[in-house]
């Protein structure tokens, strides 16, 4: 049986899993010996995962799974190929479906009620929102997913996919916001160390302003009709910094007001970079051209030797363009966004969630593999140029596939790292997609961090 | 108006034959009027304006064609304008990547979009001709509050109707299929080609009908032999009118579609990848889903501004 390893269209894949399923099948009914149908089936489904926890959903050969996703190519091809090892133990079929809309036509499908199967919802609020608003669409997780959560996630994760005490969504991959992309060359050349605390990477960039008498910082938050979520990013490392995690924790619950003086403490420190003409906007023009600058784009400048640091989410490796090597000896790698707090280390994280509005067991089998750790490895296999993590510590680190991300793993499984959502995916939606980024929009050209704050607190829904 | 005591014409006039004068006072006012346009127009000033709008209306798009001919890289660092200082390479990559790139096959979205596109334009049409001559050439009762209330849903947007018509789909069990893909379009372009086709058709003059009908054609006959003819010009501009609409459509191919019939559009859209990165794609994916709505265009223009001036002067 070959393995497959083309990323080819999603059909083909699955008939080719599907043959292979019928080809185990076949194989185990003209093996005159039982045991040793079984041996053959583990060994020829290419050695390469423990079929033994789908055999508890019974029968469910030839059946069919519908996943709807908002992770469209290129990295839609990566999930696609990581489920060739389950499509080859059950010879179910997974049809993957992605599409950049997904958060607006999930609604859409809900409301009308043509739900898929699964579901990968990128925020724990879009989970609360469907929880309450389609009771009878949403189904919790199985026990079998409860278990490998409780085994491979930490807690936290748990209760990002959990509404009112019951658990529904596991948590697929992960994010890790908290990085400021530098080019080691460029530091070593010039002498610089990588700052292990926030001021220490103040000095450092005094020191780089000083001596070169030019910007140290790079920064951009345009992204389409979501421009300015680069900048809540900003924000929220900030106030995981200045405030702690628990403060945190109030402000995206709204405990405390949107513009509470700890909060706007927050936005001073992040002022102090991205509001200063003399640390930003490197090579690209003054503060309020990181309003217009594509956040795709905004680091290029560190290979122009034109920009020192970039804050960005490891989910940048991708962006940089081809030929870029990211590594501690290459053109470009990061390092984690330092912080004075000595007992804990925030990292500003985000992640998808499996979800599903179907309790066929070949969903929940699969649900099952999702949230397995052979789901992570597999998929850390299947995705060859890097640019993936998982908060899965059944993760073989050295299953990744570049330097970078085994960093990132590295950090996101320290144990003083507090994983903290994405506070703007957990607020509300007319907040966290839509008063946050327009209040960093208006920060950047020139309003008051007092005015934006008390606008956004004022349309709190 | 005719009591305006101008001497010269007034006085020559007989008052006795009204219709005739009027007439011809009218055609001279329009041949005045006709001339004066005539040498406005042509006058250097308006021909200097409307090449400088014309080249201002052109200059993103040729932006965005030296675009896409453009490496990422520079895409990504400087405006397609320095290619004007004579320094820049020109690639093919953007292309070859977004026809062909990981599983962007837009060979199959192209055949969809046809597939699509075709039977969308046909079906209004041919419906909005039967409601058209219904409406204008057939007394029954109720007529006029009916073709209104036609008319005014051209007002409601078809937003609003994509959820109900969704689920409406999915009850039936016809959901996901070019089925509801063609229905929708015909559905929320029916009241517009029914209020087009209506007012050509209204102006046909009545004679032509009434003699068609004195010779003891029925309905049919009218249609086909009487007014079909007379229509084409104005059964092509709607039919382009229609055509570039559902070609660019990318809310219902997307909302009523599954995967492997979704059109071009929809590939296109999702090009940019899951962040956003890619949009250096975008510019030649515009393109190549450009062409064929422009040789549509270009091929049928005649039609189109005939059918736009016959509407304008006379309705």
């Known amino acids: ?461 | 108006m005719t009591t305006t005591p101008t001497p010269g014409p007034n006085v020559v006039v007989p008052a006795a034959d009204e219709g005739a004068p009027r007439t011809e006072r009218k055609l001279t006012r329009l041949e005045k009027r006709a001339i004066a346009t005539k040498g406005r127009l042509s006058s250097p000033w308006a021909s200097g304006i409307a090449i400088v709008i014309a080249i201002l209306w052109t200059i993103p798009s040729l932006g965005l064609l030296i675009t896409s001919f453009r490496p990422e890289s520079d895409i990504r660092r400087t405006g397609w304008w320095t290619v004007l200082t004579g320094n820049a390479d020109l690639t093919m990559d953007n292309y070859n990547e977004a026809l062909y790139g990981n599983s962007n096959d837009l060979a199959t979205f192209f055949v969809n979009s046809f597939v699509i596109t075709l039977p969308a334009v046909l079906i209004p049409i041919t419906l909005a001709l039967l409601a058209a001559y219904a409406f204008a050439w057939i007394k029954f009762p109720g007529r006029n509050f009916l073709f209104v209330a036609v008319f005014s849903l051209q007002v409601v947007p078809l937003q609003i109707a994509l959820v109900p018509l969704l689920s409406d789909y999915v009850n039936w069990n016809v959901n996901g299929s070019y089925w509801t893909v063609w229905l929708s379009h015909s559905i929320f372009a029916l009241p517009l080609a029914i209020f087009l086709l209506h007012n050509f058709m209204k102006d046909i003059p009545p004679s032509l009908v009434e003699a068609a009908r004195v010779d003891g054609a029925g309905h049919v006959k009218i249609f086909f032999r009487v007014l079909f003819p007379l229509l084409v010009p104005a059964i092509a501009s709607f039919g382009i009118f229609q055509f570039l609409w559902v070609w660019n459509d990318l809310l219902v191919g997307l909302t009523f579609a599954d995967p492997k019939y979704q059109p071009l559009t929809v590939a296109i859209a999702e090009m940019a990848g899951s962040r956003g990165g890619d949009w250096y794609l975008l510019s030649a994916g515009a393109f190549i889903s450009m062409i064929v709505p422009l040789v549509v265009f270009l091929a049928l223009q005649r039609y189109f501004v005939r059918g736009m001036l016959a509407g304008a002067v006379k309705g």
Not at chain 1, 294 to 320: E, K, P, V
Not at chain 1, 363 to 374: E, K, M, N, P, R
């Open chain 1, 1 to 461: 049986m070959t393995r497959r390893t083309t990323t080819a269209r999603r059909r083909m894949m699955a008939v080719a899993a599907g043959g292979a399923g019928l080809a185990l099948v076949l194989a185990a009914c003209s093996d005159p010996d039982g045991e040793g149908g079984a041996a053959d089936e583990t060994t020829s489904a290419g050695g390469m995962i423990d079929c033994a926890p789908y055999e508890e959903f019974g029968d469910i050969d030839g059946k069919e799974v519908d996943v709807y996703t908002s992770i469209v190519d290129p990295e839609g091809a990566t999930q696609q190929a990581s489920y060739d090892a389950f499509e080859e133990c059950t010879g179910v079929t997974v049809n993957y479906e992605a599409s950049r809309e997904f958060e607006a036509q999930l609604l859409v499908r809900l409301q009308a009620g043509n739900a898929p199967d699964i579901a990968y919802l990128p925020q724990p609020g879009l989970l609360n929102t469907i929880a309450s608003d389609f009771p009878d669409a949403i189904k919790p997780a199985p026990t079998q997913v409860a278990a490998n959560v409780d085994e491979f996630f930490n807690e936290t994760w748990k209760g990002y996919g959990t509404v009112d005490g019951t658990f529904y969504a596991a948590p697929l991959g992960a994010n890790a916001k908290s990085f400021v992309w530098y080019s080691p060359s460029m530091f070593s050349d010039a002498g610089y160390e990588v700052p292990t605390t926030w001021t220490a990477l103040m000095d450092l960039t005094e020191k780089i302003h000083q001596d070169t008498g030019g910007q140290v910082w790079c920064a951009g938050v345009e992204s389409g009709d979501a421009t300015g979520w680069p900048g809540t990013d900003w924000i929220e490392d900030m106030v995981l910094r200045t405030a702690g995690p628990d403060v945190y924790q109030q402000w995206y619950t709204h405990e405390i007001p949107f513009d509470d003086p700890q909060i706007l403490e927050a936005w001073e420190a992040a002022g102090q970079i991205l509001q200063n003409p003399d640390y930003v906007n490197a090579g690209l023009g003054g503060v309020d051209s990181i309003a217009t600058k594509s956040w795709t784009d905004a680091g290029n400048g560190i290979l122009d030797q034109q920009c020192w640091m970039h804050r960005a989410a490891n989910f940048y490796m991708t962006q940089w363009p081809e030929g870029t090597e990211v590594s501690e000896s290459g053109d470009v790698f990061a390092f984690y966004l330092p912080t004075d707090q000595t007992d804990v280390q925030p990292m500003l994280g985000g992640g998808e969630f499996v979800t599903a509005f179907a309790d066929r067991p070949e969903v929940q089998a699969f649900q099952t593999y999702l949230s397995s750790a052979d789901w992570a490895n597999e998929k850390a296999k299947a995705t060859p140029a890097g640019g993936w993590v998982s908060a899965n510590n059944g993760l073989d680190p050295a299953n990744l596939a570049t330097e970078f991300d085994q960093y990132v793993a590295g950090v996101l499984s320290d144990p003083n790292t507090v994983v903290a959502f994405d506070a703007s995916d957990l607020m509300p939606g007319e907040v966290g997609a839509g008063t946050f980024w327009r209040a960093i929009v208006e920060w950047l050209t020139g309003s008051s961090a007092e005015e934006v704050t008390a606008q956004v607190e004022n349309n709190w829904p």
